[in-house]
């Protein structure tokens, strides 16, 4: 079978899976669609969060990224791990602990005012719909490139799966589902992975292949002889760093945090049965989510040194077929600058200009066919593709309509409406959610590849801080936490705006403040947020005694509420 | 809630602020530490293919990361226990 027919039978099989799963789980009461019951056993729940954290970008865009990035590339990897660690010892199992379905729940409840709560719903919802519509544009790149439909029509495609399983299931129909999606994720990413390291090192493992020799007799490192190819070709070598020091300490320090703000990843805490499982399942889901992300930097290296020594200086005539596929898509060109019909790929430092262009998204996609690995593994590739980006759209749908129904409608405008009203109107939400994510997805914004910076930023700007003072400190009061909040979104959105948006020719080292990139600036931002929030805190009057009482419940395990089994 | 009753909770929660700090500096120590700040010299050290610093920003980061959210639970396990604040069975 070619690779589309394979693609086909991956694709459909795994959309199979998922439809049965979403059958089998749907929610029958508002608990259930939220929380699903608060009944998830922790290690299932890590792979969920796990498959719901890992999205387009970890699976299709991350291991090309860091094959062009080299060293550099470290930034995603460890501040979208390291961000776990701050969730599970700082957040989860107080928010657990505190019991109700949302981020804004805890804002609004622990600084006792609406504005708290709205700011943050207006939070969540923005950095929701950022994340939703690339991952649409995922799901378009693999359906046009391995079932040649048109990128509208995968789209739609997605569309439909999706919203039949949010709006149906509800948190307890994803969740089950995304148990499934990340067993086909991970199983589609270690295939390839371990073929290409045993066909280059020789070693099953890719976390060990990455440090081993070469496979052909050379007795050469595979790192030493891909600092060897970059710097000769003048990219700089693979393993040395071109970023400032400041930056990447930055960058992964607002990438952490951002994590650990992220509404759709925080909310998975409130899943499990008990606090100490709330604990546990963190860890099980760094331990899923490690497994992709130690694999990645390998896979990064084995492409970049496939790739230049296939294409490097070498006859455009005699191009294998994955190159002229991948150039219909327009996300590889070659310009023939000297004519001479060699490809020359070269880097800033060479004296040759450079005639090929590839874009990073599609080096796992088209990794397993440049090692030349059988058809079904470029199927099951597309098919963990689709997985990642619809596990994690999602996620985020369910975000998006629980911040609608639940903290706007219910809690704000329209207090006396029914269970029964609340769980249509969260349907509802997530079906125009959908619609939504899908019209961005065919008709993508230019800016959406620029603001995932943002959503990152603004969640480490503005619902971190006033999470954290909520926990760890009594006396942080409402004033403090709205003002702080506010201050570190107006002060990150604007740095990222400025950069990204108004003046992009200026988003250079030189211009930025103390070199600190917009990728980075949400530190800053969080920083911010701390210091404002403690300052108006000090000087404004201290909460209310019930407030104080309230925070010293969710510091201790005992007494979480048995789940939200509201009407079974 | 006794006089008493807000001390043994102090108590409790010292412990855990302590257990915090002590994994957040590990934390910090293995990510901003050894793959950021100190890596170059680091890289003078090589393990097989492996500069050190470089295996630290793209591998060792994250399985230490793993490692200190289970010692986490384990620590807060028993101190749960200890401090009698552990949830009872009959909640679940």
Redesign the interface.
């Given at each position: 079978m070619n690779v589309q027919a394979w693609t086909f039978v991956m694709v459909a099989f795994s959309f199979a899976i998922y439809i049965g799963v979403a059958v089998w789980a749907r929610a029958r009461s508002t608990g259930e669609f939220y929380v699903a019951g608060a009944k998830v056993p922790p290690v299932l729940n890590g792979m969920a969060t796990a498959a719901d954290w890992m999205s387009a970008a970890s699976f299709i865009g991350m291991a090309g990224l860091?094959a062009f990035m080299g060293?550099d590339?470290?930034v995603y990897?460890?501040g979208w791990?390291?961000g776990?660690?701050l969730l599970?010892?700082?957040l989860a199992?107080y928010l657990r602990k505190f019991g109700k379905y949302t981020v804004p729940d805890f804002v609004g409840d622990r600084y006792y005012s609406h504005v708290a709560r709205v700011v943050a719903v207006i939070c969540a919802l923005f950095v929701s719909f950022t994340y939703v519509a690339g991952q649409m544009r995922g799901v378009g790149i693999v359906f046009s490139r391995f079932l040649n439909v048109d990128i509208s029509v995968g789209v739609y495609i997605g569309m439909g799966i999706v919203f039949f399983y949010a709006v149906l299931g509800g948190m307890k129909g994803i969740t089950y589902t995304q148990v499934a999606q990340y067993c086909v994720l991970i199983f589609a990413y270690l295939v390839p992975a371990i073929f290409i390291s045993m066909l280059m090192t020789g070693m099953p493992i890719p976390?060990i292949g990455?440090?081993?020799?070469l496979a052909d007799g050379s007795g050469m490192?595979?790192?030493?002889r891909l600092d060897g190819l970059t710097d000769e070709l003048g990219f700089g070598a693979y393993?040395d760093?071109r970023k400032g020091?400041l930056d990447?300490?930055f960058i992964?320090?607002a990438l952490m945090v951002g994590t650990a703000g992220l509404p759709h990843v925080i909310v998975r805490f409130y899943t499990v049965?008990?606090?100490?499982q709330a604990?546990?399942s963190?860890?099980w889901a760094?331990?899923f989510i490690?497994i992709l992300?130690?694999t990645a930097?390998a896979v990064a290296a084995f492409a970049r040194t496939n790739l230049l020594n296939t294409v490097s200086n070498q006859p455009y005539e005699d191009v294998p077929e994955w190159f002229t596929n991948w150039e219909v898509t327009g996300l590889l060109t070659f310009d023939d600058l000297n004519g001479d019909g060699l490809i020359q790929n070269t880097g800033p430092a060479s004296s040759v200009p450079n005639e090929l262009t590839i874009d990073n998204d599609i080096m796992v996609l088209a990794n397993p066919e440049i090692a030349q690995l059988p058809n079904w593994v470029v199927g099951l590739v597309a098919a963990g593709g689709l997985a990642a980006a619809l596990s994690t759209a999602a996620g985020l749908l369910l975000v998006i309509s629980t911040s609608v129904a639940h903290d706007l409608l219910k809690k704000t405008i329209w207090p006396s409406i029914t269970e029964n009203g609340e769980l249509l109107t969260a349907r509802i939400a997530a079906g125009v959610a959908v619609i939504i994510a899908g019209y961005y997805g065919i008709n993508p914004p230019g800016f959406v590849a620029q603001t995932v910076a943002f959503a990152f930023g603004l969640a480490a700007a503005s619902f971190f801080p006033a999470i954290i003072l909520g926990i760890f400190t009594k006396g942080a009061n409402k004033y403090g936490a709205i003002a702080g909040m506010v201050a570190g979104l107006a002060f990150t959105a604007s740095y990222i705006v400025y950069f990204k948006l108004v003046h992009p020719d200026l988003n250079t080292a030189e211009h930025w403040w103390f070199g600190v990139s917009p990728e980075g600036i949400g530190t800053i931002g969080m920083a911010i947020n701390f210091a404002v929030a403690i300052a108006i805190s000090l000087v404004t009057p201290a909460p209310p005694l019930s407030v104080q009482q309230f925070v010293?419940e969710i510091?201790?395990?005992?007494?979480?509420?048995?789940g939200h089994e509201v009407a079974a | 809630?006794s006089q008493i009753g807000s001390r043994y909770?102090q108590a409790?929660?010292k412990r855990?602020l302590t257990y915090?700090g002590l994994?957040?500096g590990v934390?910090f120590v293995v990510?901003?530490g050894f793959?950021?700040?100190l890596?170059e010299q680091l890289?003078a050290i090589r393990?097989?293919?492996?500069?050190l610093g470089?295996?630290f920003?793209?591998?060792g980061?994250?399985?230490v990361?793993?490692v200190?959210?289970?010692v986490?639970?384990k620590l807060?396990?028993r101190l749960?226990r200890e401090f009698?604040?552990?949830?009872?069975d009959e909640?679940?």
């Amino acid at each position: 079978m070619n690779v589309q027919a394979w693609t086909f039978v991956m694709v459909a099989f795994s959309f199979a899976i998922y439809i049965g799963v979403a059958v089998w789980a749907r929610a029958r009461s508002t608990g259930e669609f939220y929380v699903a019951g608060a009944k998830v056993p922790p290690v299932l729940n890590g792979m969920a969060t796990a498959a719901d954290w890992m999205s387009a970008a970890s699976f299709i865009g991350m291991a090309g990224l860091i094959a062009f990035m080299g060293r550099d590339g470290s930034v995603y990897l460890m501040g979208w791990t390291g961000g776990y660690v701050l969730l599970a010892l700082l957040l989860a199992p107080y928010l657990r602990k505190f019991g109700k379905y949302t981020v804004p729940d805890f804002v609004g409840d622990r600084y006792y005012s609406h504005v708290a709560r709205v700011v943050a719903v207006i939070c969540a919802l923005f950095v929701s719909f950022t994340y939703v519509a690339g991952q649409m544009r995922g799901v378009g790149i693999v359906f046009s490139r391995f079932l040649n439909v048109d990128i509208s029509v995968g789209v739609y495609i997605g569309m439909g799966i999706v919203f039949f399983y949010a709006v149906l299931g509800g948190m307890k129909g994803i969740t089950y589902t995304q148990v499934a999606q990340y067993c086909v994720l991970i199983f589609a990413y270690l295939v390839p992975a371990i073929f290409i390291s045993m066909l280059m090192t020789g070693m099953p493992i890719p976390q060990i292949g990455f440090g081993g020799e070469l496979a052909d007799g050379s007795g050469m490192y595979l790192l030493d002889r891909l600092d060897g190819l970059t710097d000769e070709l003048g990219f700089g070598a693979y393993t040395d760093g071109r970023k400032g020091t400041l930056d990447v300490l930055f960058i992964t320090a607002a990438l952490m945090v951002g994590t650990a703000g992220l509404p759709h990843v925080i909310v998975r805490f409130y899943t499990v049965p008990k606090v100490r499982q709330a604990r546990s399942s963190a860890g099980w889901a760094l331990l899923f989510i490690a497994i992709l992300y130690t694999t990645a930097p390998a896979v990064a290296a084995f492409a970049r040194t496939n790739l230049l020594n296939t294409v490097s200086n070498q006859p455009y005539e005699d191009v294998p077929e994955w190159f002229t596929n991948w150039e219909v898509t327009g996300l590889l060109t070659f310009d023939d600058l000297n004519g001479d019909g060699l490809i020359q790929n070269t880097g800033p430092a060479s004296s040759v200009p450079n005639e090929l262009t590839i874009d990073n998204d599609i080096m796992v996609l088209a990794n397993p066919e440049i090692a030349q690995l059988p058809n079904w593994v470029v199927g099951l590739v597309a098919a963990g593709g689709l997985a990642a980006a619809l596990s994690t759209a999602a996620g985020l749908l369910l975000v998006i309509s629980t911040s609608v129904a639940h903290d706007l409608l219910k809690k704000t405008i329209w207090p006396s409406i029914t269970e029964n009203g609340e769980l249509l109107t969260a349907r509802i939400a997530a079906g125009v959610a959908v619609i939504i994510a899908g019209y961005y997805g065919i008709n993508p914004p230019g800016f959406v590849a620029q603001t995932v910076a943002f959503a990152f930023g603004l969640a480490a700007a503005s619902f971190f801080p006033a999470i954290i003072l909520g926990i760890f400190t009594k006396g942080a009061n409402k004033y403090g936490a709205i003002a702080g909040m506010v201050a570190g979104l107006a002060f990150t959105a604007s740095y990222i705006v400025y950069f990204k948006l108004v003046h992009p020719d200026l988003n250079t080292a030189e211009h930025w403040w103390f070199g600190v990139s917009p990728e980075g600036i949400g530190t800053i931002g969080m920083a911010i947020n701390f210091a404002v929030a403690i300052a108006i805190s000090l000087v404004t009057p201290a909460p209310p005694l019930s407030v104080q009482q309230f925070v010293e419940e969710i510091r201790v395990p005992r007494g979480a509420g048995p789940g939200h089994e509201v009407a079974a | 809630m006794s006089q008493i009753g807000s001390r043994y909770r102090q108590a409790y929660w010292k412990r855990n602020l302590t257990y915090v700090g002590l994994l957040l500096g590990v934390w910090f120590v293995v990510s901003y530490g050894f793959g950021i700040l100190l890596v170059e010299q680091l890289n003078a050290i090589r393990i097989g293919g492996f500069q050190l610093g470089f295996w630290f920003a793209q591998q060792g980061s994250i399985y230490v990361f793993v490692v200190l959210i289970f010692v986490y639970v384990k620590l807060m396990n028993r101190l749960d226990r200890e401090f009698e604040v552990d949830e009872r069975d009959e909640t679940s």
